[in-house]
């Protein structure tokens, strides 16, 4: 301000030697010259100036650090360096955008500034060739659009019919009353519904056993190490690659014959078998179906199974935003009776909150990742401008953002009521306040299909089981890859009919 005043002052006094007309034009021409240069001077500086970096060791200061815990490191970071900030891991500079302003180049980019290829190649060899990850983008779009096609509604309502009838017949084992470890029961039951909805009939009736040690051997492929070195010849990973191809040789026996008999299932298996590529008009080859079938399990299971622990821990331990979900089921069984189904579960506003908050406390993906193809410019809310080079990792945290204090009144505090109307804290800042399903031109695709999993699975324990938390509240399990509940989650449960209760 100091400045603009002393040079008006300076210029005005020789407006008086020329005529009134010219002397306006000179006094606008030189003050537009002067906003230039002020601005272009103050531009220049803000598209310079790079996000605060992480103080780390030389060389591998940066691995130690995020090693110990990324979420701890974030944590530690951003009261020192604010919403963005760069740090260096080996020879990757790695810069976090944290919050929902500043996330937003991040989902809404398009894939030429913002890619995932690079980021998510260590899934190349559990996926298997030909798919995802593996392709080109164009590609990768129409194997997208094979997944979104295969979750829509009309598909939907076929596979909670699967979903209902494996809960049923999973908990019908469990007789009158006893003690579970609850973790390891609902991830049993998930990979049995997982089965069913998205491998289909042959794998879920026949070949279970077979088929789910496999898929372990899959999921043990996957370590740390794998992230950054996907094909060192380590024991894990050749287990990993010798199952990636005896599943390859069951799918293609299952498809061979679903193929000649001519008889339809309602599972993604099928809908991927039916599916064409638009811009070549050809059929899914058998590897590429094995390939997205693998991808759709990873995406879904430990996700969907971590949610559904999660979701009753809380629920057993706040007695008061159990008692809201025990009258939403009451409710709703008054009017359906004990049936359960795809609109009937859209109907559990109350259960569909209590869940989405276990999820927001917990996403079990705590770091999303991209690379950035271009430079690009973020602004942080307290106003600092930032220019994130081309050939940085890109990083956003749903396990920082979702408990931000100036989006959710005591973030660390379980209450699902603040996203009743009227309320509303998930969208306080916009589309990217609640992430723990991404967003933006890479959201999940199977959100629909996991609230329709957790939705059953709880439905059904609530509506036949008083359950009782025996083990104190779980931690979390940081070191997992789906980051989850650390050790057994013990449950007592006594058969009931909520409906008699009324
Ligand atoms: C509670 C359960 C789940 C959670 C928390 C979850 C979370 C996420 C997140 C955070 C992303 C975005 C990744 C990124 O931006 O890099 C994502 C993408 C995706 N999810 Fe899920 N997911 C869940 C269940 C499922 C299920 C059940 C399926 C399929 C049956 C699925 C299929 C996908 C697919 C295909 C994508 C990729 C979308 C794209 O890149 O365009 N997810 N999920």
Not at 487 to 499: C, T
Request: hydrophobic share 40%; aromatic share 12%; proline share 5%.
């Amino acid at each position: 301000m100091g400045l603009l005043t002393s040079s008006f002052s300076f210029q005005l006094p020789a407006l008086g030697s020329v005529s009134p007309v010219y002397g306006v034009g000179l006094l606008i021409l030189s003050t537009l010259l002067l906003a230039k240069v002020l601005s272009s001077l103050f531009f220049r500086s803000s598209r310079n100036k790079l996000p605060p970096k992480v103080w780390t060791f030389p060389l591998i200061g940066g691995v130690r650090k995020f090693m110990k815990g990324p979420i701890k490191m974030i944590r530690e970071e951003y009261p020192r360096l604010g919403s963005v900030f760069t740090m260096k891991v080996l020879n990757r500079n790695i810069t976090f955008l944290l919050g929902p302003e500043e996330s937003v180049h991040f989902f809404k980019a398009p894939e030429s500034e913002m890619s995932q290829q690079e980021v998510y190649q260590y899934n190349v060899p559990t996926f298997g060739p030909g798919v995802v990850f593996d392709v080109d983008y164009s590609v990768r779009m129409e194997q997208f659009r094979f997944f979104s096609e295969s979750l829509r509604v009309s598909s939907l309502k076929g596979y909670v019919e699967h979903m209902v009838l494996e809960a049923k017949s999973f908990f019908s084992k469990w007789g009158d009353e006893g003690v579970v470890d609850l973790k390891s029961e609902l991830e049993h039951l998930i990979i049995l519904t997982a089965s069913r909805c998205l491998l289909g009939r042959e794998v879920r009736d026949q070949l279970f056993k077979n088929v789910s040690d496999l898929f372990h051997d899959l999921d043990n492929g996957m370590q740390p190490i794998s992230v950054l070195f996907p094909y060192l010849p380590i024991p894990a990973h050749k287990r990993r690659d010798e199952a990636r191809k005896q599943l390859a040789d069951i799918f293609a026996k299952i498809i061979k014959n679903r193929r000649d008999s001519g008889k339809r299932e309602t599972d993604m298996l099928q809908a991927f078998i039916d599916s064409k590529y638009r811009a070549s008009g050809r059929y899914l080859e058998d590897h590429e179906i094995t390939g997205l079938l693998i991808a759709a399990l990873f995406a879904g299971q430990h996700t969907s199974s971590i949610t559904s622990v999660w979701t009753g821990a809380y629920l057993m331990k706040n007695k008061q935003f159990l008692e809201p979900v025990l009258n939403e089921q009451r409710e709703v069984m008054s009017r359906h009776g004990d049936k359960l189904d795809y609109d009937i579960l859209g109907e559990m506003d109350v259960l569909y909150r209590a869940i989405k908050e276990a999820l927001r406390l917990h996403p079990p993906l705590i770091l999303l990742l991209r690379y950035s193809h271009k430079d690009f410019m973020v602004k942080t809310r307290e106003g600092n401008e930032y220019r994130v080079p081309k050939g940085h990792v890109v990083a956003t945290s749903p396990a920082f953002a979702n408990r931000l204090p100036h989006i959710y009144r005591d973030p660390d505090t379980y209450d699902p009521d603040r996203f009743t109307p009227g309320r509303e804290e998930d969208k306080a800042a916009g589309a990217f306040s609640y992430v723990s399903f991404g967003g933006g031109r890479h959201g999940c695709l199977g959100e629909p299909f996991a609230y329709m999993q957790i939705k059953t699975i709880w439905s059904h324990l609530f509506q036949n089981y008083e359950l009782e938390l025996l083990s104190p509240f779980p931690e979390i399990d940081w070191d997992a890859m789906v980051v989850g509940v650390k050790g057994k989650v013990m449950v007592r449960y006594k058969k009931r009919s909520l409906k008699t209760e009324q």
